[in-house]
Each structure stands twice: as structure tokens, then as C-alpha cells.
């Protein structure tokens, strides 16, 4: 949110069909739900974005709750308009044909925060190569910082599934990573750049 | 081969990673790759054709077009009357918008909204020249300090190499500024009670019927707050939804009367600077009078009802109010 704005403030002018408010939503949630849309191997994802959008936009003067609950129904309708992407495609997204050349990036000591990097290419091979509903679960909580029961109403699934999507994706995840990385020490990554190591966000 | 103890312990890890604690060195990848797909939602996108249009002009649409069904067939008007026909519609709609986005903004840019127009309306007045003589002089010289043009009565001579198309450029609505929300946080842009702005904005659509909405713009006297003429407002609206004379008459409109009975406004071309001058002129205006009467009288008593009566001002208002009539045995 805008610096000195107050969420309140900006979501009753959105509501009330003011553009300035709906720059304001769209500058900060965009970047996440384009990343969301893309990892999961939308076509074009600039495009499902903008249609999430406008779908918020136009519903925003029925929308009741916090920031919170705010973001938990922008992805829930992000997440509906890339599955009618996926319909449109009659395929599914993407698919890595292996993530052999993963490499990671290690450094430093076990007593320190581990220092690993992965590519911008390995994060899509990765998630390209969980099933749908794993890599779903999984972003929506990277992402989106949605909790296992907002998933659940974004995803129209129960609590207990949603918790064994997420057990089964970081196996998934976990056994590609090990199975496929190459650990090089001594590479360290600064702490600044690390905001997800340190709560920053 | 994993184990359960390993999913727990990759399920602690990742819920340690979304919060930001620290994780085990055997949870590198992991925390690599949940680094990495945060690091991926920094780009802000390209927003398609229509949500760059929602976000430029937010859910005040322009509707400038003229819709099919008053698109001139055979007997079509001429080229200019379609183009003043789209110059009222515009107004009709910009003019909502510009106050929208001046009673969204804050107090801050309410003010140097305020402050623009009555400087482009000064402006414009001056380069006509229809100013008293000393405030003439005054804006003649403030014009010509900080602008390349000549204007009479100022200290220099006006010169006939000024381009006339220079001078109009002045009164440009383009000049007036826009809100300036960066600089101070929005008011409350809803009010609960009935708002002409609103009226307009929304339209017919909001209410039970068209003749219900010109009903209560009537009542409520939009044509004054809004400083538009209110018959043609209503007469664009009706064009939009294509409702002919008949069915106006039918909703018990009678734009004829509307037409003629609203105050009269500037020219179009001066849109911008009737806005100003409608907020100084109005308070010279009588308003219609109201009259209210109020009377209760208890059975077998001999009170009286009250009667009101107010007469349409003109100059000032009036009110009246009926007394009161009380009665007891």
C-alpha cells in the first residue's frame, strides 16, 4: 500500500471508482499475482492478470474485510481465471522436461542461515514439475502469504487437503531439489538480498 | 527415501521460512527456492487495453460516442450538430468526473484545484479583456510576467504578433491541474446524505425509473449544484437510453419545460470558466422559496393546522412555516 494511505481509505475510494485507488491496488498486488500466474505456466500472464483485475475492480463495491481478506479474493479470482486460461488451452501448462542443469548456489557455514540461490529458470522448472493442485498450494502460501484455510476457500477444497497437497508438494519439491542440485561453496548471498531468510519482506 | 519424519521436518522448515525464522542447513533448497519465487513477483506487468483504461479514468467511463440508435441514418443531421451532440454528451460526462475526482482528492488538492480554476478563469477573463480596469491591469502584468503573451491593458502595448490560437490556449481545460493525490491522503468520498455529484454519476440506472431520477434531481436542484444546464443533462441521458419523446412524456418528463425552465449557462466553449463563475455568481441568485406547515390538534380540542406558504425568490430566498396549532380540553 501507498505510504500514508491508509488501506481503509484507499479500498473506500476503490470502491467508490476512484482510478488513483485502483492504481494503487493493482501496484501492489500485481507483481505477485503476475508471479503466481506465470509460475504456473499462464500463456500470457500480463493478459490473466489484467482480466483478475478488472473482475476485482468491478466486484470491489460488494467487497467486505480487511487487507487481508482482500488479497485471499484477488487470488481466489486469479486463481479461477487461470484455470479457465488452462481450458481455453485444453492443455496443461508447461512442463519441464527434466531439471537436471538446477544448480544451487551454497555457501558459508551450517551455523549461519542457509545461503542458497536458485535461478529465475530453476524456480519454473520446479514448479513446472509439481502437479497443479502442489504447485497451487505452495505458491498461494510463497506468494500470497495466504494461511491453509484461506487456500482452502480459494481452492473450494477442504483444510486436510489442502495440508496433504502441501505435505506431498514439499516432498515433491524437496526430492527434485536433492536429487538434481549441485551445491558450490563459496557463494555467499548477502543477508540484504535474502528478505525471505530474514522475515523482510 | 523420504520418511515421514522428513516431511515434518520439511513442513516446520517451510513454515519457518514463511515467517521468517530461521532453518536448518538441511532445508537450503527449500529456502532457496521460496527466496526465489519471492524474488519473481517484483514485476509490476502491463496492464491489457481495458484495465489501463480503468486505471487512467477509474469507473467514469467517458461515453463521448453517440450509441447506434442515435446515429443519423438517411435523414441524418449535419456534421456539426453531431458534433455538438458529443460535446454536450461529453460534458455531460467529464464534468461528473472532474468533480469526483476533486471531491476524492484531498483538502490540500482540493484547493489547488479550486485555486487553478479561478486562476484559469482570471486568465481567460483578462486576455478578453472584460475585467474592471484595475483588476485588468493586474492580471494583464502577472500574465505577462510569467508568460510570453501581450495582453491588454497591461503595461506594454498588446501587439498584434500574439496568434489568437495562443491566447485561447490559455483557457485550455488541459491547464486545469489534476488532483494531486500523492501530496495528501483522500476525503471520504461518499456521503450519505443525497449528492448531486451522485446523482449525476450514477445516473437513471439507480433509480426506479427515468422519471424518478429527473424527479429527484428536480427536487433536489442538481442543475444548480452542478452548474450545468439540467434540461440537456436530462436530454442526453434520455438519448443514451434511447428514450424518444413519447416515452419521456409517458415517464412524465417533459424535457421542453426542463429546457427552458434551467438557468442559463455560458457558452460550451467556456465550460471551464463557467465552472468558477457559477460558484462566485451563485450566491446572487434567489433560490425558490420552501414552505413547510406543521399542525396538530387533539380531538374535541379547537386547534388549528397550521398552513405554510413560501413564494419563489427572487434575489433571496424566502421560507415559510406554518404555525403550529395545539389544543387541549
Known sequence: ?201 | MTTTADDSAAEEAFEALLTGRPVPFEAAGLAAFTEAVRASATRPGRPNAALAELLATGLLTDQSEPSTRTAGTDGSPPARRGARVRNRRRFAMIFPALLAKIISAGAVAQADTGAGVVVVAVTGAGVVGVLPDPVQDTVASVVETVTPLDIEGGDEVAGDEVPGEDQTGTTDPGTVPTPVVETAPPAEPTEAEFSAETWALEGPDAYPSFGAWVSAGTHHDVAKALGVRFGELVSSRAREKGLDAEELAAAGVDLGELTGATPTAAPEAEQETTVATRETASGERGSGGNGNGNGNAVAGSNGNAGNGKAAAGNGAGSNGNGGKGNGRD
Open chain 1, 1 to 201: 500500500m501507498r505510504a500514508g494511505l491508509a488501506f481503509d481509505d484507499v479500498l473506500a475510494a476503490a470502491q467508490a471508482g476512484a482510478a488513483w485507488a485502483f492504481e494503487t491496488l493493482y501496484r501492489g498486488l500485481a507483481p505477485t499475482v503476475i508471479a503466481y500466474l506465470r509460475l504456473h505456466g499462464a500463456a500470457d500472464p500480463d493478459d490473466v492478470a489484467s482480466e483478475t483485475f478488472l473482475g476485482v475492480f468491478t466486484g470491489l463495491p460488494g467487497f467486505r474485510g480487511d487487507e487481508e481478506a482482500l488479497r485471499s479474493w484477488v487470488f481466489t479470482i486469479a486463481h479461477r481465471r487461470l484455470i479457465d486460461d488452462w481450458r481455453r488451452r485444453s492443455r496443461r501448462p508447461r512442463l519441464a522436461d527434466d531439471a537436471g542443469d538446477l544448480t544451487l548456489l551454497a555457501g558459508g557455514d551450517a551455523e549461519d542461515d542457509a545461503l542458497v540461490r536458485v535461478g529465475t529458470d530453476d524456480v519454473h522448472r520446479l514448479c513446472a514439475g509439481l502437479p497443479d493442485d502442489q504447485r497451487a498450494v505452495l505458491l498461494l502460501r510463497v506468494l500470497a502469504d495466504l494461511t491453509v484455510e484461506q487456500i482452502a476457500s480459494v481452492m473450494g477444497r477442504s483444510v486436510g487437503s489442502v495440508k496433504a497437497l502441501q505435505r506431498r508438494g514439499l516432498r515433491s519439491l524437496r526430492e527434485r531439489i536433492e536429487k538434481s542440485s549441485e551445491i558450490v561453496p563459496g557463494t555467499r548471498v548477502p543477508l540484504a538480498a535474502r528478505p525471505a531468510m530474514t522475515g523482510v519482506r
